[in-house]
Each structure stands twice: as structure tokens, then as C-alpha cells.
């Protein structure tokens, strides 16, 4: 029996998904799952990644182009585990990871939650990325339902994160088969249907900035399916009594200005679509408004 299966989606990135399996220690209770999304790269430079003896690992090669959310829901589908671990496969753990993940493998636990570090490549420069995932841990108190629900629902990235496999696979849940923010929706629906949760301040991965990635990609493309997809999750939230936990919006009203007036309206009528609060972080877009105006650089 595994006792963890690491789903790893991975498009032309070999050397640092050389880095990442590094990071795994060799063990038969490991299951290790590599997706690559249809990298179109020469066998050859797999054959440079290293060899497990006692982990079982296997690279599943998609046929078409699926994103990092597609290529998790196939990992989903083949996983033994009983923990399910998400790494991205430019990011890699720290060296006694798996020594922690241990501690709670026979917890009754639906989700450990992790802190992370995070380091810019070419100089192991310290970035923020991590520090609201991290705050969200500092602030975790069993007794305190706020915190605990802000850590449900707010912690929107899989990684850093021990998952039931049970959990997923009981409640149908997947990742979105989008090009950017495919799992908010995932990491927002295990947090509500997660019966028992934990928080651990202890670092099991570093995670890796690098300009140009999904994450740090600005277009038009990009901010519309991450506001759509703020706008489903809120729509959840809502749904379930939990409007309190809802995100602003206002963060993509404001950015959506800068491709002009009409795609701002356009913003506006999907969110009327979706029955948005647009109320939530009002005071911080009248403050953004009022320094434009007296910037003469509205439009």
C-alpha cells in the first residue's frame, strides 16, 4: 500500500523536474506520478531524470495539450495513495519533508496544511509568493471558526497541502479545465467538504518565482479566467452560508481598466451574471478612482 502518491504536472521544464525528483526520497510507500501536458520534447531528455528503486514512478504523456489542470485530474485517476501530495515541477521540498508528512500519516485528518518557502530562480532570492498561505497558518486556532475557515477557503494553491485521497475521490472533485486559476475551485471545495482539518508551522516546500509563468502572466486572456473564476468560487461560498468568506473583486475591476472603459463594462456585466457583491473592498476602489482622477490618467 502507498502511503502517498505525488501528482506532478509538468510542460518542458526537465531540469527542474530533475531538481524536484530529487527531493523524494526513494521509499516503496511512494507512489511518484509525472504528467507531462504534451511537452512534444525528445524521449531522450527524459532519460535524464533519476531512477527510484523502491518508489514506484511513471511519466503519463497526454496526447493534447490539457494544462496543469487537466493533467492533475489524469493523475487523479490513476493515484494509490492514500495521501495525495501536489508539487509543482519547477518547486521542490525541503530536505526532511517526508520526515514531517510521516507524523500525521495515521492522523484521522482530511487536510494538513503546510507552510512553504519562496525563493526566485538564478540567485535563491527570497520572494513573497509564499507569505499569505503562511499567515494563513499563523492564524489557524482550532477553536477560532473564522481561522479555520479563512484557511478552508482562502488557501487556493494545492500545494503545501497532505489531501485524503478518499476525500477528492467520496466528493467527485476535480480541477478546472482552464488555462489559469484551475485550483482555486479544487482547493476550495476539499477545504468545505474536509471534515478535520490541521495546520503545521513547519516549511515542507520551496516554492520557485520565475518571470513569465502562469502565475506572473498579465493579459487580458489571463485576467479575465482568474475573475470568472473568483467570481465562481464566491458564487460557492454564497451558496453554502459563507458569504463572509468571499473574496473582493474589486482587484479585477481595477486591472480591467487598463485594456479600456469597455472591457471594465464587460467585467461588470459578468459579474452581474454571477450576482456579485461588487460592495466587497469598495473603500480600496474609491481610493484607486479618486488617485486616478487627480492623476488626469483615468483613461
Known amino acids: 500500500m502507498f502511503n502517498y502518491t505525488l501528482i506532478i504536472p509538468h510542460y518542458r521544464s526537465v ?21 507531462d501536458d504534451n511537452s512534444s520534447l525528445d524521449e531522450d ?3 535524464r531524470l533519476p531512477l527510484f528503486a523502491f518508489a514506484e514512478f511513471s511519466i503519463i504523456f497526454l496526447m493534447k495539450n490539457e494544462g496543469a489542470g487537466g493533467a492533475r485530474n489524469k493523475g487523479l485517476k490513476t493515484a494509490k495513495g492514500k495521501w495525495l501530495i501536489f508539487a509543482d515541477s519547477d518547486d521542490y521540498f525541503v530536505e526532511n519533508a517526508f520526515s514531517i508528512f510521516d507524523k500525521y500519516n495515521n492522523e484521522d485528518y482530511d487536510i494538513v496544511y503546510f507552510k512553504s518557502e519562496s525563493i526566485c530562480l538564478g540567485g535563491d532570492i527570497v520572494s513573497d509568493r509564499s507569505n499569505y498561505y503562511n499567515q494563513l497558518i499563523d492564524s489557524f486556532s482550532p477553536e477560532d471558526v473564522k481561522s479555520v475557515n479563512k484557511l478552508r477557503y482562502n488557501h487556493g494553491v494545492p500545494w503545501c497541502k497532505m489531501i485524503k485521497k478518499n476525500l477528492v475521490i467520496f466528493n467527485n472533485i476535480q480541477f478546472d479545465a482552464i488555462m489559469y486559476s484551475n485550483d482555486v475551485m479544487f482547493s476550495t471545495k476539499i477545504g468545505y467538504y474536509a471534515e478535520k482539518i490541521a495546520a503545521v508551522n513547519s516549511i515542507v516546500y520551496y516554492v520557485t518565482t520565475n518571470v513569465g509563468s ?20 464566491n458564487k460557492f461560498l454564497r451558496d453554502r452560508e459563507l458569504a463572509k468568506y468571499q473574496k473582493s473583486i474589486m482587484f479585477y475591476l481595477r486591472l480591467s481598466l ?17 450576482r456579485a457583491n461588487f460592495t466587497i473592498g469598495m473603500l480600496h476602489w474609491h481610493e484607486y478612482i479618486t488617485t486616478k482622477i487627480k492623476s488626469k490618467c483615468l483613461f
Open 45 to 47: 531528455e527524459f532519460k
Open 258 to 274: 487598463n485594456y479600456g472603459v469597455s472591457t471594465l463594462l464587460f467585467f461588470i456585466r459578468l459579474g452581474i451574471k454571477y
Open 15 to 35: 531540469d527542474t523536474l530533475h531538481r524536484l525528483l530529487l527531493s523524494i526520497p526513494d521509499r516503496n510507500d511512494i507512489q511518484i506520478l509525472v504528467i
Open 214 to 233: 502562469l502565475t506572473s502572466q498579465k493579459s487580458k486572456e489571463s485576467l479575465l479566467c482568474r475573475y470568472e473564476t473568483a467570481l465562481r468560487q
